[in-house]
Nanobody, 119 residues
Framework: QVQLVESGGGLVQAGGSLSLSCAAS????????MGWHRQAPGKQRELVAT???????DYADSVKGRFTISRDNVENTVYPQMNSLKPEDTAVYYC?????????????WGQGTQVTVSS
């Protein structure tokens, strides 16, 4: 069983910053990817940023240069720093974990945390 607990969402004015965190517990693979996806009202969920245990990162084009993702491999916690926030960043942000092993992979999701950016 895997549990993802998100924190750090809230309301911020445009141009401001927020830090999110997501802690994973349970059966975590030694090789995995963690990160964030987001879903705005009326839109499909989209990737924001991910980072692997090998520190390989992937950012959506819309957040490159503004968001920074990092992680603690021992604690299995991911720490995205979101700077220069824009109103279009408003969404529910979902923590994501992909367990990987030789045979395959399995994905897990947190329940989401609301980020609202005022104009």
């Amino acid at each position: 069983q895997v549990q993802l607990v998100e924190s750090g969402g809230g309301l911020v004015q445009a141009g401001g910053s927020l830090s999110l965190s997501c802690a994973a517990s349970g059966s975590i693979s030694s090789h995995n990817a963690m990160g964030w996806h987001r879903q705005a009202p009326g839109k499909q969920r989209e990737l924001v940023a991910t980072i692997t245990t090998d520190s390989s990162v992937d950012y959506a084009d819309s957040v490159k240069g503004r968001f920074t993702i990092s992680r603690d491999n021992v604690e299995n916690t991911v720490y995205p720093q979101m700077n220069s926030l824009k109103p279009e960043d408003t969404a529910v942000y979902y923590c994501y974990l992909r367990n990987t092993w030789f045979l395959g992979e399995k994905d897990y999701w947190g329940q989401g945390t609301q980020v609202t950016v005022s104009s």
